[in-house]
């Protein structure tokens, strides 16, 4: 079976977009995982198959990770999607059902997509984490001088601010926090180095998929982080190594992410 797909990006942060609106097909984990392969396959950092709306939605976005695992959140990879089907329907807002929730999308005057990303949670069970603890200044064991801020965005992030991220090992360490056992669900990781109240200089590193050029969810996970430690006003350029995003943590609590996206190619693969 042939299957047409869009590969696009937003800062580098790469998808391959599916549409099964007609739920004609099922992708397995290895399907997944061949399709992710960047030698043998296409290559992504996550897969957005976009299916039927299940509640009040205009569609719901199912996410899977380079390893075949789902992700219950892609702030990057709604905003794509939704430039896509706004686009197709010559519609400048959309409604886009996740696990981690319902996702309000528009298209801005200068083409740019902002997501309401939602309310950011802070709770230890929302993380979630593996025990009562404190999310705002969490110690890992075995990593006893790094202090982490743990902000779930519909997906669980945690956030280690740092004098200059660039010098992190990332490649090393980033594995090594996404899977600890604090974690049950596993954890995405972000270092991140304030510049400026408007300013935040930041690295990711994605649960199942290693280290990627932006993250959206990361970015506002980022934000949340800085501002509720009065590191950043709630407005900010979140810059990661793909580009900027512009991500604003509003007075009635909900996050919103702005910034661009763009199609690479269309193209079709076998099932």
């Known amino acids: 079976m042939e299957i047409p797909f869009t590969k696009m990006h937003g800062l580098g942060n790469d998808f391959v977009v599916?549409?099964?609106?007609?739920?004609?097909?099922?992708?397995?984990k290895p399907s997944v995982q061949k399709i992710a392969d960047r030698r043998r396959g296409i290559g992504f950092d996550q897969l957005l198959t976009i299916e039927p709306a299940r509640r009040n939605g205009d569609l719901f976005l199912d996410i899977k990770n380079p390893d075949g695992t789902s992700a219950e959140a892609c702030g990057n990879g709604t905003r794509c999607v939704a430039s896509l089907i706004m686009?197709?329907?010559?519609?400048?807002?959309l409604r886009i059902?996740?696990?981690?929730?319902?996702?309000?999308?528009?298209?801005?005057?200068?083409?740019?997509?902002?997501?309401?990303?939602g309310e950011p949670s802070t709770e230890w069970h929302e993380i979630p984490l593996a025990r009562e603890a404190n999310t705002r200044d969490l110690?890992?064991?075995n990593m006893p001088h790094q202090i982490f801020t743990c902000v779930n965005m519909g997906n669980p992030h945690a956030v280690l601010f740092s004098e200059n991220c660039e010098l992190f090992e990332l490649e090393k360490i980033g594995p090594k926090i996404e899977c600890h056992e604090m974690f049950p669900d596993k954890i995405n990781v972000e270092v991140a180095t304030v510049e400026n109240k408007n300013k935040v200089r930041v690295r990711v590193w994605e649960r199942g998929a290693g280290q990627t050029a932006a993250c959206g969810s990361g970015a506002c996970a980022v934000l949340v982080a800085a501002a509720s430690r009065g590191l950043?006003?709630?407005?900010?350029?979140?810059?990661?190594d793909g580009g900027t995003l512009i991500i604003e943590w509003k007075d009635n609590n909900r996050v919103s992410m702005t910034g661009p996206t763009e199609i690479s190619f269309n193209g079709h693969f076998s099932l």
């Open 87 to 93: 686009s197709k329907r010559q519609a400048n807002t």
């Open 18 to 28: 599916v549409d099964n609106q007609s739920l004609e097909f099922r992708l397995t």
């Open 97 to 117: 059902e996740t696990v981690g929730g319902l996702l309000i999308c528009e298209r801005t005057k200068t083409g740019d997509v902002t997501v309401d990303m």
């Open 232 to 240: 950043t006003n709630r407005k900010a350029d979140i810059v990661l």
């Open 139 to 141: 110690v890992l064991e």
